[in-house]
């Protein structure tokens, strides 16, 4: 290779890596709120399986463990319909599982996020009543509720990410 | 005879060997065989329930299958000679030996797993168990229905390896699909029927031949027995 040959190959591939690096660091708003709405879903299920966690052990910590947990579900919970504007699907390029049935059936979408800061309500109150029985009947409720929307709006996880 | 075209000799020569098969040899025992099927069922059940995310009846399945891989491992340990791995587990060049050999339709029968399967059920075994292990500790998307040891990891871990769970699941596919279709070569191109013996045990042979050693079935269960307890203390995270 000429050495002018080779200067254009480490100009191209300098080009390259910059354009490469600059589309990860700053994508358009979009990107952001999918990234922070995934990001609240994973806080959410995370404090989902606290509490089942704590429900398999002998003694259930009720204060440190179960009640902030099911406080961060219901606060989430009742904004979670709020993190799809339109233009946070798949549509726009933009790497998410969000299906773009939320925005054409928007009125079930949103059916069955009420459904779940109902659910959410609940939870909350079990963790405050610290029964044992009625908490694990609840979380499970509630899983069933987190289910029924992924069941419809989320894409599974396949050949994709991670 | 100097052009007989080669396979008019084999067909000769299965004749005479057919002829040869005057009675019927034990090769598998009842546990191996049990455990052959409970396995491919319960593979294909979690398969379905995981797919279909029906996942209350994908862990009770999931726990059938490791109580029947630990089981297996046992087997091959203390069982009746066919299930042995110490009888069955060959070296390179036994496997290359029977490789070379496998174009030919006059090869007698192995007498239990031959030099390739042998491979494949290693290979199986240990992607079953690998399976399950990555399934106990994966954490489903909305963080309830989890494997039984999840809460020895991070939610992020427990989708990392949820997602593991998946790949690996797919390759164990691909090498039970390959495990059929040897099945079926063996059956079409061999004229071996492998199937017939899975499930009656016996298979076709001469008095000539070693019969297989039986191990007593009080000792599978004792096996059984103490499987079953690891797998119920698994299935309750070893909270007790
Ligand atoms: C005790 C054993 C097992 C446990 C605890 C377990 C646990 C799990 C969990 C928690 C999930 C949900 C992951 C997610 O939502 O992404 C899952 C999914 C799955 N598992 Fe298992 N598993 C076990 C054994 C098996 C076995 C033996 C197989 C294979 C035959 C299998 C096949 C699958 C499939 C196909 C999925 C579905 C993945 C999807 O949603 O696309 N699992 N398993």
């Keep these: 290779m000429s050495s002018s040959g080779f200067r254009i190959a480490v100009a191209a591939v300098c080009a390259g890596f ?124 509630m899983s069933k509720a987190c289910k029924a929307c992924h069941d419809s709006y989320r894409s599974p996880e396949r050949d994709n990410d991670e | 005879m100097t052009s007989k075209p080669f396979h008019d000799l084999s067909k000769a020569y299965r004749m005479e060997l057919a002829h040869a098969y005057t009675t019927d040899l034990k090769v598998w025992d009842l546990p191996v065989r049990i455990m052959h099927w409970i396995l491919a069922i319960a593979i294909g059940v979690c398969w379905w329930t995981g797919a279909n995310h029906q996942l209350e009846y994908h862990f009770y399945s999931g726990y059938v299958i490791l109580w029947t891989v630990l089981m297996r491992l046992y087997w091959g340990l203390v069982g009746s000679s066919t299930a042995r791995f ?15 050999a496998l174009h030919r339709r006059d090869t007698p029968p192995s007498h239990g797993h031959n030099a390739l399967g042998a491979i494949a059920i290693i290979i199986m075994l240990g992607l079953v168990l ?21 809460s020895y990891v991070t939610f992020e871990q427990g989708r990392h390896l949820a997602h593991l769970h998946q790949k690996w699941l797919d390759v164990l596919l691909w090498v039970i699909a390959l495990h059929i279709a040897a099945v079926f070569f063996y059956f079409i191109y061999k004229q071996q029927n492998l199937v017939g013996p899975m499930l009656s045990g016996k298979r076709p042979g001469d008095g000539g031949e070693a019969e297989m050693k039986i191990a007593p079935l009080s000792r599978f269960a004792i096996g059984g027995v103490i499987a079953a307890a690891l797998v119920w203390a698994v299935s309750n995270g070893f909270y007790f």
């Design chain 1, 18 to 141: 910059s354009l490469w690096a600059m589309e990860a660091a700053a994508g358009p708003p979009e990107v952001a709120q999918v990234k922070s709405r995934q990001d609240k879903f994973r806080d959410m299920g995370g404090a989902l399986k606290a509490i089942v966690d704590e429900l398999r052990k002998q003694t259930v910590d009720w204060d440190n463990i179960v009640a902030p947990n099911a406080q961060t579900i219901k606060d989430r919970s009742g904004y979670l319909i709020n993190w799809f504007p339109k233009g946070t699907g798949p549509e726009g390029g933009v790497k998410t599982h969000a299906l773009p049935a939320i925005w054409q059936t928007n009125d079930d979408f949103v059916r069955l996020g009420k459904t779940a800061e109902a659910e959410a309500v609940k939870l909350n109150q079990a963790a405050l009543g610290k029964d044992r029985n009625a908490l694990r009947a609840q979380a499970e409720a």
């Design chain 2, 130 to 150: 690998t399976v399950v292990i990555l399934g106990l500790f994966s954490v489903d998307v909305d963080g309830f229905y989890s494997g039984a040891l999840s």
């Design chain 2, 86 to 100: 110490s009888n069955f587990v060959r070296g390179p060049k036994a496997i290359v030996n029977y490789a070379s």
